[in-house]
């Protein structure tokens, strides 16, 4: 099977909390990357994780990655109804051959 | 930034026919293109990966022969689905990089039905 875990499948929050969902992936990597998937939509891209980095911010984003677990998790702090969406986290394998993507989470904010 | 277009956006086509999907980057030069499917609720699923000028690499379980990929440019690479019946029925997404670049671009995806 291509697809990592990502956990929780569905999580639903009020406005103004904070959203964390975690990944696990199979590979060895040279990557991993965050999407946003609006309903019937294309990706948009949100942050990449070198493998040799641990952690990485971009806006209310907070990206963490521990490749000994072979793991990631993405937090949205502060979170807004326009964020309501699925987030997938892909994996670049080490030689960029292949790209694979998690079976994603399905996040609703309620405003 | 980089852009990668795809053709046609919506497809609806009878059982038993071909359909050709296009996906171009428009202002760079993709040595690397990866097709995906989607079926609803779910994940993006890797069809096969495509370099310029060689065959394409299929996921096992993925047909060769039902799904044609072509990449024979730089810029272009295309995905025919043959003999198509509805159980193809799916979203269908493309991306591209550039050398070994990091950053994959997405399509905005294709959404064939099939009747």
């Known amino acids: 099977s291509q697809q990592g875990e990502e956990d929780p499948q569905a999580l639903s929050i009020q406005e103004g909390e904070n959203a964390t969902m975690n990944c696990s992936y199979k590979t060895s990597i040279n990557n991993l990357q965050w999407y946003r998937q609006n309903s019937g939509r294309g990706l948009v891209h949100l942050i990449l994780?070198?493998?040799?980095?641990r952690e990485k911010h971009s806006g209310r984003l907070r990206v963490t990655l521990d490749t000994s677990k072979k793991s990631s998790s993405l937090l949205i702090t502060a979170s807004r109804a326009a964020d309501t969406a699925s987030y997938f986290c892909?994996?670049?394998?080490?030689?960029?051959?292949?790209?694979?993507f998690g079976s994603g989470t399905k996040l609703n904010v309620k405003p | 930034g980089a852009v990668v277009s795809q053709h046609p956006s919506w497809v609806i086509c009878k059982s038993g026919t071909s359909v050709k999907i296009e996906c171009r980057s428009l202002d760079f030069q993709a040595t690397t293109m990866f097709w995906y499917r989607q079926f609803p609720k779910q994940s993006l699923m890797l069809m096969a990966t495509s370099n310029e000028g060689s065959k394409a690499t299929y996921e096992q379980g993925v047909e060769k022969d039902k799904f044609l990929i072509n990449h024979a440019s730089l810029t272009l690479s295309t995905l025919t689905v043959t003999s198509a019946h509805p159980e193809d029925s799916s979203f269908y997404i493309c991306?591209?990089?550039?050398?070994?670049?990091?950053?994959?671009?997405f399509g905005p995806g294709t959404r064939l039905l099939v009747l």
């Open positions: 991306s591209a990089r550039s050398g070994y670049g990091e950053t994959q671009y």
């Open positions: 994780i070198r493998s040799n980095e």
């Open positions: 892909a994996e670049l394998f080490s030689n960029f051959n292949k790209f694979y």
